[in-house]
């Protein structure tokens, strides 16, 4: 059988408009084959119309309609780099703000993490894609939510900030030192942010450890919490 005939055989298995990461699809099914001759396969494939570019790399097998072809779609983007099951991902940025009522402004471009990108970061279409070295499980997912709150809450457009207290509220409910040491371990966020999360639990008698990713002889512009909590009546 040949190359070209093996990769088409191969790809035909997928459904139409799924994502087809070229480097990974290579290294997961078919290492045997050839770099170039790999490539030079998707290229005639391409050619052919039995698949569509989506991005540098990432290609899918189109569906073809009456009014032309349908290649992947944010849905199956998505669907790729976070998962059906929400392990392999976590959307941030505005989707993230808008989950949680904090903004109603919503944004063209969407941004996630995700712990299978093999490159530190990569662009598709409107998504934005960062590299993160995390498992993934419920209680993960939220204290990165809550981190990334954290961080930009004072560049969100129109931010409620009775929902923003609700917010913390949750922050001071369901927090796990553990889970937060974890995360703080393995993705860098700034020391203000940290700072602030520090003291909302402590101002709500939290146990935590956050400070070992403080330095105390410096001094870390936060909001002061009396003013936030006040200004939600």
Do not use: W
Request: with cysteine.
């Amino acid at each position: 059988m040949s190359y070209q005939i093996e990769v088409e055989n191969k790809i035909e298995t997928f459904a139409v408009k799924d994502l087809i990461v070229a480097n990974v699809f290579l290294k997961e099914h078919l290492s045997h084959i050839p770099v170039n001759s790999y490539y030079k396969s998707l290229e005639r494939m391409v050619n052919k119309g039995k698949l569509k570019k989506v991005s540098k790399g990432v290609y899918c097998r189109p569906k073809i309609t009456r009014f032309g072809e349908i290649s992947s779609g944010e849905e199956n983007i998505l669907d790729y780099y976070i998962g059906k099951e929400k392990l392999k991902g976590i959307v941030i940025g505005y989707r993230l703000y808008n989950k949680y009522g904090i903004t109603t402004q919503v944004s063209k471009t969407i941004e996630i993490y995700s712990n299978i990108l093999e490159e530190e970061k990569k662009n598709i279409n409107n998504i934005k894609i960062k590299k993160i070295n995390l498992s993934i499980n419920l209680e993960i997912k939220k204290a990165i939510e809550q981190l990334e709150i954290l961080q930009h809450y004072s560049e969100i457009e129109d931010a409620n900030e009775n929902k923003f207290r609700a917010f913390i509220n949750i922050i001071v409910e369901s927090y796990c030192d553990e889970v937060f040491i974890n995360v703080l371990s393995n993705i860098r966020y700034k020391k203000r942010t940290i700072a602030f999360l520090e003291s909302i639990l402590n101002d709500n008698n939290i146990r935590n450890t956050i400070s070992k990713f403080l330095n105390r002889t410096s001094k870390y512009k936060i909001p002061v919490m009396r003013g936030i909590y006040e200004s939600a009546y």
